[in-house]
């Protein structure tokens, strides 16, 4: 997702702000941050009094119903501390917006992105991340699902053992050559899982998220996203 493209001239430093997804949450995230900046603990309040979930006590892991891990709230809670981090690292560490050339986020980060590059509010994309969330942890409920990365095989193992589960897992990423990401039916990303382990896989990662994402059991949240968009989030033109 790019911003202003600039060629490198003179003494013109070029910045990528890059963002991450669901799974990167862990519980004190952001605490040395928010503790030496408490002003950007407002990002959390504002998100707090939109979702009606006390987000600081989420991140801190003191949620007594272990939210961070639910979607409906890791999602708020990484986009909350992203775009806090965005502005301090333009407003406190006085970086030029000129010189931040790209922004770019891994699946939820794109949300990240598009508010650090101007294209929506902060709220805003706290209502459109909430609902996507929410949407998504709904789906979850009525088809668990499930992820998991690869590690060190080629696709072609992968896909060999994925057709024997068809329409049932899916591959999700494509994140490196020997690094990929499956998706699906949780029960058929364990069959997949085991299947791959007796070909001589060694490392497979169930990802910390509890969802059947970038798959096709996704479709209906799409679509139901797409139209909440377009009724509901103003867009303006990246800065």
Known sequence: MNGKNKKNTGDFKRIALMFPGQGSQYPDMGEEFLGSNAKYSRYFEISSELVGKDMLK???????DNSLDDTRFSQISIYTLSCALNDYIVND???NRECIDTVLGHSLGEYSALYS???????????LVGYRGKIMSEADRSAKGMMAAVLGTGISIIEDVLGGLKDRVFVANYNDYLQIVISGYEDAVGEAIKELKLR???KIIPLKVGIASHSPLMKEVSDKLGRFIEENVKLTDMK
């Open 58 to 64: 989420i991140i801190s892991g003191s949620d007594k």
């Open 200 to 202: 001589g896989v060694r």
């Open 93 to 95: 560490l006085s970086i």
């Open 117 to 127: 590059s101007g294209t929506y509010s902060f709220e805003q994309g706290v209502k």
